[in-house]
């Protein structure tokens, strides 16, 4: 089944941005996606960075849970789902530090953000990291001395 933009916002209570398309339908795909500064990679693709935990995992609620704000308390990320299709948890161990958490989901589950609409993911487990960049420039314009710094959106 596939969802329009205007539909998830509807569902939600989450409303986006007057320049998006909201009558397309929103891709429902498996694989690494990016959203801003957000990165969503199956966790198989980093299982040796990143240890899941056993306990504890709550259920996603269908109004959804914030996954990371904007930089300065900008736009929010927000991963909703259906109810029962969806658990988060915060307590992840990722030896890059890049782990906001992780989530596993039963079926089609959406990131929405006011500027950037909504990407799906299919049935699977995921891990939701913080995007870094590389860059050669001098610590004082936020990269750290071997130039990596995190992307803010």
């Not at 795909?29 to 969503?40: E, T």
């Not at 990407?119 to 990596?148: A, C, D, K, M, N």
Request: hydrophobic fraction near 40%; proline fraction near 8%.
């Amino acid at each position: 089944m596939t969802i329009t933009l205007a539909e998830l916002s509807r569902r939600t209570g989450l409303s986006v941005l007057d320049h998006l398309e909201d009558q397309l339908e929103i891709p429902v795909m498996d694989g690494l996606q990016a959203q801003g500064d957000l990165l969503i990679v199956p966790h198989a693709a980093v299982a040796v960075a990143v240890t899941l935990p056993v306990h504890p995992w709550r259920e996603v609620p269908p109004a959804g849970v914030v996954l990371l704000r904007g930089a300065a308390g900008g736009n929010p990320h927000t991963l909703v789902a259906d109810r029962g299709t969806c658990t988060w948890t915060t307590d992840v161990r990722d030896s890059f530090g890049l782990a906001l958490g992780a989530l596993r989901a039963t079926g089609p589950v959406y990131l929405l953000h006011p500027e950037h609409g909504a990407t799906g993911l299919t049935p699977g487990t995921y891990v939701v990291r913080r995007q870094r960049e590389i860059g050669h420039r001098p610590p004082s314009r936020g990269f750290t001395g071997g130039g990596h710094r995190l992307v803010a959106d």
